[in-house]
Nanobody, 124 residues
Framework: QVQLVESGGGLVQAGGSLRLSCAAS????????MGWFRRAPGKEREFVAC????????YYPDSVKGRFTISRDNAKNTVYLQMNSLKPEDTAVYYC?????????????????WGQGTQVTVSS
């Protein structure tokens, strides 16, 4: 069992930055690929970023590429999402997820454990 707790969400103006954190506990963290997803009001949950167990491989959709950076500190059992140049359309609840795969993919079915989510609101 893996427990995930996100933090760092909040209200920010367009063009600003936020860093989300996800603290994991319960099993060997470095074996799990990790991902971030988000759900905007009235929309389905969508993929934002993923990172391999060792942190050497990352992947982003075009919508956030160049603005968001996922990273992890396995010594602290924590994964981060640095979000820069935020836009109003980035407003959503952001979820951290842990995969049973070392190299996780942008597929929700790859992820077995999910956090409770943290709200990010970007004002125009």
């Amino acid at each position: 069992q893996v427990q995930l707790v996100e933090s760092g969400g909040g209200l920010v103006q367009a063009g600003g930055s936020l860093r989300l954190s996800c603290a994991a506990s319960g099993r060997t963290f470095s074996s799990n690929g990790m991902g971030w997803f988000r759900r905007a009001p009235g929309k389905e949950r969508e993929f934002v970023a993923c990172i391999s167990g060792g942190g050497g491989s990352t992947y982003y959709p075009d919508s956030v590429k160049g603005r968001f950076t996922i990273s992890r500190d396995n010594a602290k059992n924590t994964v981060y999402l640095q979000m820069n140049s935020l836009k109003p359309e980035d407003t959503a609840v952001y979820y951290c997820a842990a995969s049973r795969r070392y190299y996780s993919r942008p597929l929700q079915d790859d992820y077995d454990y999910w956090g409770q989510g943290t709200q990010v609101t970007v004002s125009s």
